[in-house]
Structures are given as structure tokens and as C-alpha cells.
T-cell receptor
Framework: EAGVVQSPRYKIIEKKQPVAFWCNPISGHNTLYWYRQNLGQGPELLIRYENEEAVDDSQLPKDRFSAERLKGVDSTLKIQPAELGDSAVYLC?????????????FGQGTRLTVV | KNQVEQSPQSLIILEGKNCTLQCNYTVSPFSNLRWYKQDTGRGPVSLTIMTFSENTKSNGRYTATLDADTKQSSLHITASQLSDSASYICVVHMDSNYQLIWGAGTKLIIKP
């Protein structure tokens, strides 16, 4: 079974530029998560999808961040315009369904550097 | 406030030695507690999941304990190997809204 695939692995952009990250979850996984992880900290949830519906986006900075999950499969996360403080690793994860024993599987992440 | 605190922040031990990582939480309502291992440059990988009624669970050389009364958990690593060098993150799953509360992790370095 293929894991969660993210691209690109690394991205360096100048501040005020737009950037987009792509995630392909594990086949059959209904739930998809986007996390942001700063150095030395645990992941912080940005948005959670159940199929194509965003069910938890309370931590997503909506003034500059947007996300979509087309047809309930692949997802993209966009930042426009990027700020220096957005430098972090952006992790995508997926799971079969929500429940007590739900295990989320993570991709390798996209390391974003804003200069 | 729902929080997960881990200690120590970082730890260096010699290969072959044992170590114990600590996790304290103030999360309610509690559903389960998970330990993840995160290698540098990779996403977290689940090691163990424990519910309220489970007080110990093993996964190879990793043994997690949970005391739901004191809201404490520990992860014990036996006979450490160089490949154990990673960050270990404690995560508490809330019962009400499927929200995961993440700790900051303990960075473990195994030296030969």
C-alpha cells in the first residue's frame, strides 16, 4: 500500500509570493489533515477534511491560507501571500475514518522557507 | 486549557542503554493517548495507542504506560539503538470532537 505522498519536498520562496502544496492520501482514506510543524514543536492542525468537506478549519489563517480537496481525494494547501513566519514543515496525513482507534498516516512533509 | 507537556525536551544516551520519556496532560474529555516517533525530515509514525482502561502497551523495545488518574504517560525504550534517534511525540485524543492535542516532543539522540 502506497503511503501519503506530498510534493514538493522543499520550497524556497520570497515573502509576498504565493505557494501551493499538494497531497495524495492513502487510497480509501476518507479523512485528510493538513498540519504545520515549527522546529522543535509538535504538529499544529490547520484543517481536517471528511471526504470533500472541511469539518475543522478553526486554526486555518483564512486571510492568507486556503485549502481544497477535489472529489474527496487529493488536496492542495495554498498560501498567498507568504510571510516570513510561514516558514515551517507542512504535513499531510490521512486516516480511514474518525473513531477512537483511528490512526493517521503522515506524508514526509513539505519544508517551506520564506526569505 | 487542554495541554500536553513532555519532558525532557532533549536527551542524549549511549547505545544499548535504556531511557524513559515522560508525558503529562490536562486534556478532557480523554479518549486515548498515542506516542509517535518522528525521524528527522519525515512525518510522525505511530508507536502505541492506549485507551483509558489500558495502563501498558508494548511495541518491540518500546513500552508505553498510562496512569489516567494522574494523567501521566511514559515511553520506555529498552536497549537503545542508533536508529532510535528521533523525536518522540505524545498526543492525546479528545473524546468530544476527535481533536488531537500534540506535545512538543522529546528529541532523543543515541550515541555509539
Amino acid at each position: 500500500e502506497a503511503g501519503v505522498v506530498q510534493s514538493p519536498r522543499y520550497k524556497i520562496i520570497e515573502k509576498k509570493q504565493p505557494v501551493a502544496f499538494w497531497c495524495n492520501p492513502i487510497s480509501g482514506h476518507n479523512t485528510l489533515y493538513w498540519y504545520r510543524q515549527n522546529l522543535g514543536q509538535g504538529p499544529e492542525l490547520l484543517i481536517r477534511y471528511e471526504n470533500e468537506e472541511a469539518v475543522d478549519d478553526s486554526q486555518l489563517p483564512k486571510d492568507r491560507f486556503s485549502a481544497e480537496r477535489l472529489k474527496g481525494v487529493d488536496s492542495t494547501l495554498k498560501i498567498q501571500p507568504a510571510e516570513l513566519g510561514d516558514s515551517a514543515v507542512y504535513l499531510c496525513a490521512s486516516s480511514r475514518r474518525q473513531g477512537v482507534y483511528t490512526e493517521a498516516f503522515f506524508g514526509q512533509g513539505t519544508r517551506l522557507t520564506v526569505v | 486549557k487542554n495541554q500536553v507537556e513532555q519532558s525532557p525536551q532533549s536527551l542524549i544516551i549511549l547505545e544499548g542503554k535504556n531511557c524513559t520519556l515522560q508525558c503529562n496532560y490536562t486534556v478532557s474529555p480523554f479518549s486515548n493517548l498515542r506516542w509517535y516517533k518522528q525521524d528527522t525530515g519525515r512525518g510522525p509514525v505511530s508507536l502505541t495507542i492506549m485507551t483509558f482502561s489500558e495502563n501498558t502497551k508494548s511495541n518491540g523495545r518500546y513500552t508505553a504506560t498510562l496512569d489516567a488518574d494522574t494523567k501521566q504517560s511514559s515511553l520506555h525504550i529498552t536497549a537503545s539503538q542508533l536508529s532510535d534517534s528521533a523525536s518522540y511525540i505524545c498526543v492525546v485524543h479528545m473524546d468530544s470532537n476527535y481533536q488531537l492535542i500534540w506535545g512538543a516532543g522529546t528529541k532523543l539522540i543515541i550515541k555509539p
